[in-house]
């Protein structure tokens, strides 16, 4: 079945380091949407970029992605951490198999960066 | 203002009790869903409710049931709770069914069973 594999647990970074979250998939379709959606505390989950387009980054808000279906994966970076990004990140991918939810959760990165 | 409410925000009970959370959406959505979220922050798909069909996560205990009235609401009863039912629960929504489609999530009732 459909899965994702996020890095796991908590994430620590210095302010103004880059910012590296591993996501990979495992579908058996082809044509697969991938979503990155952030959890700040006190606050609902929200999307932060997506995309189903392979080889093409997609950026929102200073994060970037890119989709790669030869290596399934589909990572979250940006240049330069700051305090405010400090959140739990879920990657999730959406397909025509998911009757029920279409949304498959990975297992979420507390990222917290510090001083 | 156009969102996804949750009420209530908290919510603490004993075991056995029942319970009933609400949600609404009036972002003019199709699709319903309810999340269960861990204490390990693991979401986990309960339920999804489109165009009055409703489809179940059927390793959800029986004990949880969803409740609508019309499209922008979805509600969540729980019948007798359990401590292991102590969790965030996240109520979403979506435009349509479509693979494509963006989640909006309410904001979460954390329920405490004790």
């Known amino acids: 079945g459909d899965s994702v594999t996020q890095t796991e647990g908590l994430v620590t970074l210095t302010e103004g380091l880059p910012v590296m979250l591993n996501c990979t998939y495992q579908t058996i379709y082809s044509n697969p949407f991938l979503f990155w959606y952030v959890h700040y505390l006190n606050e609902s989950p929200r999307l932060l970029l997506k995309s189903s387009t392979d080889n093409k980054r997609t950026e929102h808000q200073g994060f970037h992605a890119t989709l790669h279906k030869s290596s399934s994966s589909f990572h979250l970076q940006k240049s330069s951490a700051q305090l405010s990004d400090s959140a739990l990140y879920y990657c999730a991918l959406s397909d025509r198999g998911s009757a029920l939810g279409r949304l498959h959760f990975g297992a979420g990165t507390q990222l917290i960066v510090i001083p | 203002e156009t969102a996804v409410f949750q009420t209530p925000n908290y919510h603490v009970t004993q075991v056995g009790n029942e319970v009933s959370f609400n949600c609404k959406q009036t972002?003019?959505?199709?699709?319903m869903y309810w999340y269960k979220q861990d204490s390990k922050k693991l979401l986990k798909i309960m339920f999804s409710y489109n165009n009055k069909q409703l489809i179940v996560n059927e390793t959800v205990p029986r004990r949880f049931s969803p409740q609508s009235s019309d499209k922008a609401h979805l509600n969540l009863r729980i019948k007798s709770v359990e401590p292991e039912d102590s969790a965030v629960y996240l109520c979403?929504?979506?435009?349509?069914?479509?693979?494509?489609?963006?989640?909006?999530f309410g904001p979460g009732t954390r329920l405490l069973v004790l």
């Open positions: 972002l003019g959505h199709d699709t």
């Open positions: 979403a929504s979506s435009l349509d069914w479509g693979v494509q489609d963006t989640q909006y």
